[in-house]
């Protein structure tokens, strides 16, 4: 009974890390669109204050990829970034890339 109680409580804590792993990346995603959605930014420096965010908080193995682009959403010109990270199984070990999270931010002109 005790070894199936220790497999249930780190079932549990390791679920609880990689949804803690995906609240950073997509909070870090989201702050990324909203820098390089303002007018005096460009894409490079929103995909740059992505990858700083994540990378200090959980390691810069979970910033393996982020792609930022200009897009359209909900009929409104917007910024897209979108992050690959990997998926932590065991501690923060974990399938490369099989997180994806993208967020939107509206695009700011001095027009």
Same mark, same amino acid.
Not at 33 to 43: E, V, Y
Not at 44 to 56: F, K, S, V
Not at 74 to 102: F, I, K, S, Y
């Given at each position: 009974?005790?070894? %199936? =109680?220790?497999?249930?409580?780190?079932?549990?804590?390791?679920? !609880?890390?990689?949804?803690?792993?995906?609240?950073? &990346?997509?909070?870090?995603?989201?702050? !990324?669109?909203?820098?390089?959605? =303002?007018?005096?930014?460009? =894409?490079?420096?929103?995909?740059?204050?992505?990858?700083?965010?994540?990378?200090?908080?959980?390691?810069?193995?979970?910033?393996?990829?982020?792609?930022?682009?200009? #897009?359209?959403?909900?009929?409104?010109?917007?910024?897209? &970034?979108?992050?690959?990270?990997?998926?932590?199984?065991? !501690? %923060?070990?974990?399938?490369?890339?099989?997180?994806? &999270?993208?967020?939107?931010?509206?695009?700011? #002109? %001095?027009?």
């Amino acid at each position: 009974m005790g070894a %199936l =109680l220790t497999v249930l409580t780190l079932a549990v804590l390791q679920f !609880g890390l990689a949804v803690y792993v995906r609240n950073v &990346v997509h909070d870090a995603a989201v702050e !990324g669109a909203f820098h390089a959605a =303002l007018a005096d930014t460009s =894409l490079a420096e929103g995909a740059d204050r992505t990858r700083t965010i994540i990378a200090r908080t959980v390691g810069e193995q979970f910033a393996e990829q982020v792609d930022v682009a200009r #897009s359209t959403h909900l009929g409104h010109d917007a910024v897209r &970034v979108t992050v690959r990270a990997t998926l932590p199984l065991v !501690g %923060l070990l974990g399938a490369a890339q099989a997180m994806e &999270v993208t967020a939107h931010a509206p695009a700011e #002109s %001095l027009e």
